[in-house]
């Protein structure tokens, strides 16, 4: 293991048994360094990040190395630290912005966790708008992640209109895992707009969750 790897492995190993809903902590299984299981508190969407007790320096360095692709980890430790990029992003600052204005955002082999970001930029919004009709399909996890803790009601209308247009085509959210950020944007636009609003992305998801 690399440093970077050897420090999350021992925050991992550090925070395991005091942190409530951490079940599982895999270390060493190839070709990861780390592979974590976690209970519902600490979904996508939720508030909770199983790095929430780390200090600066620490998120700076995971985020870092995240973002280079120094770390051999998990699709459940990647999400985590899409999570930390989202709520203390600006400590890489410096290194995630020139690649979101360099990296081929289209393609399937690029990271779109790293545009959970785009929640703590002042043009967040703006650019998540455009991102929408780029970022291919099963790789909107971190578009969405910022799309959520994003406060713009055009954006909220573009990405209405984006989940209907998908809905059109041969698009299968219980397969991608799509119907669950669908289910966390309709709960936080009932607190926001009319059902007549909605009512397209209701029946989205009601379509949908009848197929799983």
Avoid at 136 to 158: T, V
Avoid at 159 to 180: H, I, N, Q, S
Wanted: hydrophobic fraction near 40%.
């Amino acid at each position: 293991m690399n440093p970077p790897e050897q420090a999350l492995v021992s925050y991992l190993s550090r925070i395991k048994e005091r942190k409530i809903g951490f079940m599982e902590l895999r270390t060493g299984v190839d070709p990861w360094c780390a592979d974590i299981s976690l209970d519902g508190r600490y979904n996508l969407f939720t508030s909770e990040c199983i790095f929430d007790d780390c200090n600066d320096a620490e998120a700076g360095m995971f985020l870092e190395a995240f973002l280079g692709h120094g770390l051999s980890v998990s699709w459940s430790v990647c999400e985590q630290l899409s999570k930390l990029l989202s709520k203390r992003g600006r400590l890489v600052s410096e290194t995630i912005d020139p690649l979101l204005e360099t990296l081929d955002w289209s393609s399937v082999s690029t990271h779109q966790l790293f545009l959970s970001y785009l929640g703590l930029r002042d043009d967040g919004a703006a650019l998540a708008n455009g991102l929408l009709d780029v970022v291919p399909n099963d790789a909107r996890d971190g578009l969405f992640l910022a799309c959520h803790r994003l406060r713009s009601e055009s954006l909220d209308r573009k990405l209405m209109e984006k989940f209907v247009e998908w809905g059109t085509g041969r698009w299968d959210p219980a397969a991608t895992g799509e119907l669950y950020p669908l289910e966390q944007f309709i709960a936080k636009w009932l607190e926001l707009y009319s059902y007549r609003d909605l009512e397209n992305v209701v029946r989205l998801y009601f379509k949908h969750r009848g197929e799983k």
